[in-house]
């Protein structure tokens, strides 16, 4: 089976501008969810969407927002970017609930913000 | 609020020494712990779960709800070991969503 896939792989981008991050998830699994990863906050969840609807959200503002295609494929997209906005982008995916199961990870968008 | 605390950033061992990473959770509910761990250059994955109570390379972690901890621990450390280790608390019911610690580097030599 192939693993998440995440497009692109880097990105640099101007403060202010907006970006779009892509992610695959697993074939059959349902639940994608974005975690953002910086040296000083680690890892942070960022949202979760289950069949095309957003489940669960973290605590980042309005800027940060997603969304889930029927195929299970997601977005997410950080508008008016800012420098503390440089970090990696993981995206996880899942096949069912309840949240006992594993989560697989792909291997990250690094985006700079200069 | 719940929180994940690793409090060792780095770890280092002789192969053949036992190792303990250590993690500490705060939550108000139920927990589900979890270990991941990040191999170098490899993505983050899943090493194991509280609920499974698995040996999976020799690692153990057991849950203690009185300590509030889920510590990982294996008898004989070997090089291959060496990577970053994640403890993450899922919010269960609410959602899918992990809750990191900052994760121990662990470096095993010979």
């Known amino acids: 089976k192939a693993g998440v896939t995440q497009t692109p792989r880097y990105l640099i981008k101007t403060r202010g501008q907006q970006v779009t991050l892509s992610c695959s998830p697993i074939s059959g699994h349902r639940s994608v969810s974005w975690y953002q990863q910086t040296p000083g906050q680690g890892l942070q969840f960022l949202f979760e969407?289950?069949?095309?609807?957003?489940?669960n959200k973290g605590n980042f503002p309005g800027r940060f927002s997603g969304r889930q295609f029927s195929n299970s494929r997601s977005e997410m997209n950080v508008s008016t970017l800012e420098l503390g906005d440089s970090a990696l982008y993981l995206c996880a995916s899942s096949s069912s609930r309840p949240s006992s199961y594993e989560q697989y990870f792909g291997p990250g968008t690094r985006l700079t913000v200069t | 609020a719940q929180r994940v605390t690793q409090p060792e950033k780095l770890l280092s061992v002789f192969k053949g020494a036992p190792v303990e990473l250590k993690c500490n959770y705060s939550?108000?509910?139920?927990?589900?712990l979890f270990w991941y761990v990040q191999y170098s250059r490899q993505r983050l994955q899943l090493l194991l779960r509280h609920i499974s109570r698995e040996s999976i390379k020799g690692f153990t972690a057991d849950l203690n709800k009185g300590e509030t901890s889920f510590h990982l621990k294996k008898p004989f450390a070997q090089e291959e070991d060496s990577a970053m280790y994640y403890c993450a608390l899922s919010e269960g019911q609410a959602g899918t969503a992990l809750i990191f610690g900052k994760g121990t580097t662990l470096s095993v030599s010979s």
């Open positions: 969407y289950f069949s095309e609807t957003q489940r």
């Open positions: 939550y108000s509910g139920s927990p589900e």
